[in-house]
């Protein structure tokens, strides 16, 4: 088996607790307008490394003693898309001792996907909106629920983060901000909520791979919105 992996980043402080091992997996089915990492989207695109899940391991363990206070941690793109080879992964690291963290949009629901969290101590789940209308028209893909995956975490046990993108003019609409926030407030394993302002340091990727970036004009987040939403959050949620 091996794994199509866009790149990895051995010093990671953003993508979960402590100092981590990121590994980007190439492929996603979604098309965020806001994405700043198009060039994972083809699972059969141009990618740094094929490895297998030892390969994998055997490159990570080598950055053991910088990690050992935080861990691995597979994003992409949407790592699920190659869950077997993440699952074999994570097995390892989980009996190395190495705490595993998975950041997905929770958008695969299968009983192989499902089987990744059997070695994963914390997800990151990427919470797009909670406007079921909004939802194909920001990822661009029809008839999916988002919060199917957040159903199966809680009936795991498993240790949760929702992220949410803020998107001036998309995500930012108030209402919809608060029925997500009270919708997640009954769910014990969300410890807490992340909220990423929309930035456009992913736009000259779009520029570099010749489509046009969907956004074009859209503003960064302010900081007023940022902490208005932040609010509305901690109110149900720890923020951070
Ligand atoms: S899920 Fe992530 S990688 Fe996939 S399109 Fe959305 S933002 Fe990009």
């Known amino acids: 088996m091996t794994g199509r992996i866009h790149s990895f980043e051995s010093f990671g402080t953003v993508d979960g607790p402590g100092i981590r091992f990121v590994t980007f997996m190439q492929g996603c089915p979604l098309r965020c307008q806001y994405c700043h990492n198009p060039d994972t989207w083809d699972v059969n695109g141009k990618c740094q490394y094929e490895m297998t899940p030892e390969e994998l391991f055997a490159e990570t363990i080598r950055y053991r003693s910088f990690i050992a206070n935080g861990g691995v941690t597979v994003t992409g793109g949407e790592p699920l898309m190659q869950a077997s080879f993440v699952r074999e992964y994570f097995r390892l690291c989980a009996e190395e001792g190495l705490h595993t963290a998975l950041d997905t949009s929770g958008i695969i ?3 192989l996907a499902f089987s990744v ?5 914390l997800v990151m789940l990427d919470i797009k909106t909670f406007n079921a209308e909004l939802h194909p028209r920001l990822t661009g893909v029809e008839g999916v629920n988002p919060l199917r995956f957040l159903d199966e975490l809680e ?3 498993v240790p949760t983060w929702i992220r949410h993108v803020v ?3 998309l995500t930012d609409n108030e209402d919809d901000v608060e029925s997500l926030a ?4 009954n769910y014990q394993s ?3 909520v992340e909220v990423l ?3 456009t340091m992913g736009a000259y990727k779009y520029q570099q791979l010749g489509i046009p970036y969907p956004l074009e004009g859209v503003e ?3 900081k007023e919105k940022l902490h208005r939403v932040k609010e509305i959050f901690a109110t149900y949620k720890p923020v951070g």
Not at 117 to 121: A, S, V
């Open 109 to 111: 629901c299968t009983p």
């Open 220 to 222: 960064p987040l302010n």
């Open 182 to 185: 009270r919708h997640i407030a």
């Open 117 to 121: 969290l059997d070695y994963t101590k």
């Open 190 to 192: 969300v410890e807490k």
């Open 167 to 169: 998107v001036p003019g």
């Open 155 to 157: 009936r795991r046990n």
């Open 197 to 199: 302002p929309y930035h």
